[in-house]
């Protein structure tokens, strides 16, 4: 069994100041994790993926998440907000078994970009 | 160009008349899926495919049929849609490996009235 928690549905920030986007996780497997982003009536976009190899992830348009085994934590970060990031945010949680290869999306957290 | 394309994008229907919605992937992967995304509820996970002719029950299989005859070819089969159906649908893909990563459709808007 597996789920993910995204402990704020809606964060909002300045432009230029630090993006803290939360999700939490539990899983009975060795999961990778991903963060998706997804613009106003668009699909969803990879910004980046932990799969076991370094714990500190880089992703696209300057996004960093760091994976803490410890904490069951997979936070977004990115150090300077830009209003094209104004979207929403999925945290998601892979784990493959022999029960099967199931996807298990946060709730989302909507991102709000200030000028 | 790598991508999943899912028809219709819109849709508006009547409480049972059948409909389908068609998912193509031309990126060679074994692995294939549905979603619904509601407000509030994120995206919760249909029905999934590890390869062709093998389906399995996501989170939210009822009142959903899907079908994987052809690797490419993964679509959902609202056989009676009833209004609790209207949604917001994405079809997935990837290769099988859990640190793959999932390619989505544009999404499918679907009005059950």
């Known amino acids: 069994a597996q789920s993910v928690t995204q402990l704020d549905s809606h964060v909002s920030v300045s432009e230029g100041t630090p993006v803290l986007l939360r999700c939490n996780y539990s899983?009975?497997?060795?999961?990778?994790l991903f963060w998706y982003v997804q613009h106003p009536n668009k699909g969803l976009q990879l910004l980046l993926k932990y799969t076991s190899a370094a714990t500190l992830v880089k992703g696209i348009n300057g996004f960093e998440a760091e994976f803490k085994k410890s904490e069951t934590s997979f936070h977004l970060t990115k150090p300077s907000a830009h209003m094209s990031d104004a979207a929403e945010y999925f945290c998601?949680?892979?784990?493959?078994?022999?029960?099967?290869?199931?996807?298990?999306f946060g709730g989302g957290t909507r991102l709000m970009v200030k000028p | 160009e790598a991508q999943v394309t899912q028809n219709p994008r819109y849709l508006i229907t009547v409480t049972g008349k059948k409909l389908t919605v068609t998912c193509s992937q031309n990126m060679n992967h074994e692995y294939m899926s549905w979603y619904r995304q509601d407000p509030g509820l994120g995206l919760r996970q249909i029905y999934y495919s590890m390869n062709v002719e093998v389906t399995d029950k996501g989170d939210v299989p009822e009142g959903y049929k899907v079908s994987r005859k052809e690797k490419r070819n993964f679509p959902l089969i609202l056989e009676s849609p009833s209004p609790n159906q209207t949604s917001l649908y994405f079809c997935?893909?990837?290769?099988?490996?859990?640190?793959?990563?999932?390619?989505f459709g544009e999404g499918s808007w679907l009005t059950v009235v």
């Open positions: 997935a893909s990837s290769f099988s490996g859990s640190g793959n990563t999932i390619y």
């Open positions: 998601v949680v892979r784990g493959v078994s022999n029960a099967g290869n199931m996807l298990t």
């Open positions: 899983s009975s497997y060795s999961p990778s």
